[in-house]
């Protein structure tokens, strides 16, 4: 008998494989397609990739703006794609290193469920004390006639094109649909997003998400806000506006980036009692389902789909399940769109604590008061908030636009997580010349208040 099985090897459940097996215990990791989930082989780490590229190559474009003169730069999608593998095959390398290390044992296979303390693969049974349940999402299909059809692309389809369309549709405006949206842009596709919804990025503080809109609008990117899709056809995307009217939009490509929905159908969830519905398995911030010695974490659960949120949660469930009291933070995980210029966030939105009725105080700054910042982004433009307590001044919330917030948006994690307070943060010294400096300044502002 193991002590741990853990059913997917994804971010959340390798990681969780392999802390546990660094603690001694007999584990197993269960996975039917790739180490590494679909963050590392077909979403995180695949997007980025591309995404590095297409910004190199809108930098060479506008080279001359740094001073630097460049020959007319051409794209080149399968060298693109070629790089992708190469650091795609790296990285599972690393993953497998990781769990050789940790004396895991790795099963090939898809696993079912065949009791609170039992998990099938094929016909072989393999029992546990624990069972931690990480199969992560897939990409949603929403009710939307044509849309499921062969001339309609998904994320993983979109990383496998052989060459650029002229135009592309993209149905959905959250970060998927964004950072690809900022790729093809880049590169010179012709993009169109259409979002049911009134503002992008949906549950990004709503001034960054407008700000971020009006940035990739000036790339080219054209929005169509509060627009239903109501049927796809081929190369074809047929809107509702809010007023009622009908459009049509015509594209090379058409991109279903409408989210992702937890992977939880045939698992024999049902069979031994796990509360669960399409949204996700039910879990408490330990990690634990309704059924004892069962723990989920990851994509699986629908609480934040982010894979440094499944790491988080999956050892969170490990701690826990040997005897080290642990609980995860919701609200001091960050959040990043990789889009140019990039948003990222941690903490309470403006329109949460509004709606929570928790008085707060403000500050907002341009990126611009880092030196740094102007260094590397000319003609760029960005903009650093941070949001505190009234009372006792304790940070909320800190949501920034511009590139490389991703790089120090951890400090605000910390900030949050650590329940640290303005007056905390006053002396804290900040390096020179970094981006990182204009939330320094925001900070400062707030002391001076």
């Known amino acids: 008998m193991y002590d741990l099985i853990v059913i997917g090897a994804g971010p959340g459940g390798y990681e969780a494989a392999a802390l546990a097996g660094r603690m001694g215990k007999k584990t197993a990791l269960i996975e039917r397609e790739y180490l590494g989930g679909a963050c590392l082989n077909v979403g995180c780490i695949p997007t980025k990739t591309f995404l590095r590229s297409s910004r190199l190559f809108d930098e060479c474009r506008n080279g001359a703006a740094y001073g630097v003169e460049i020959p007319p730069a051409r794209f080149n999608l399968a060298a693109v794609a070629q790089r992708k593998n190469r650091v795609v095959a790296a990285l599972t390398r690393g993953v497998e290193g990781l769990l050789k290390h940790a004396k895991v044992d790795v099963i090939r296979g898809t696993a079912r469920m065949a009791s609170r ?113 109501t049927a796809v056809e081929d190369g074809r995307v047929l809107c509702e506006g809010p007023d009622g009217v009908r459009s049509t939009i015509e594209a090379g490509c058409i991109l279903n980036a409408t989210g992702r929905v937890p992977a939880v159908e045939g698992l024999g969830l049902e069979d031994i009692g ?17 059924v004892p010695g069962i723990w989920a974490c990851g994509d699986v659960t629908g609480r934040r789909l982010l894979a440094h949120a499944a790491t988080r949660e999956g050892v969170t469930a490990v701690n826990n399940m040997f005897g080290k009291k642990d609980r995860i933070r919701y609200e001091s995980i960050p959040s990043v769109i990789y889009t140019h210029p990039e948003a990222a966030g941690v903490g309470r939105t403006e329109d949460e604590l509004k709606a929570l009725g928790i008085e707060y105080r403000k500050s907002v700054v341009p990126m611009s008061v880092a030196g740094r910042f102007l260094v590397e982004n000319e003609g760029g433009s960005g903009v650093v908030k941070v949001l505190a307590g009234t009372r006792y001044g304790e940070i909320l919330g800190v949501h920034m636009l511009g590139d490389l917030s991703s790089e120090f948006v951890c400090a605000a994690a910390q900030m949050i997580e650590m329940e640290m307070c303005i007056e905390d943060m006053v002396n804290v010294v900040f390096p020179h010349p970094t981006v990182s400096e204009a939330l320094k300044q925001a900070i400062l502002e707030l002391a001076a208040v």
């Open 117 to 229: 303390q039992s998990a099938q693969v094929g016909a072989d049974t393999y029992t546990a004390r624990n069972i931690l349940i990480a199969t992560g999402s897939r990409p949603a299909v929403p009710p939307i006639p044509g849309i499921g059809s062969k001339s309609v692309i998904d994320s993983t389809g979109a990383l496998s094109l052989t060459e650029l369309p002229a135009s592309i549709a993209v149905i959905g405006g959250g970060y998927i649909g964004l950072e690809f949206a900022g790729f093809f842009s880049s590169v010179g596709v012709e993009v169109t997003v259409v979002e049911m919804l009134p503002a992008i990025a949906a549950g990004c503080d709503r001034d960054i998400s407008g700000r971020l809109q009006q940035a990739l609008k000036k790339s080219g990117v054209v929005f169509k806000m509060s627009h239903k899709v």
């Open 274 to 290: 796990i509360d669960f519905d399409g949204r996700g398995i039910q879990t408490s911030d330990q990690g634990k389902t309704n």
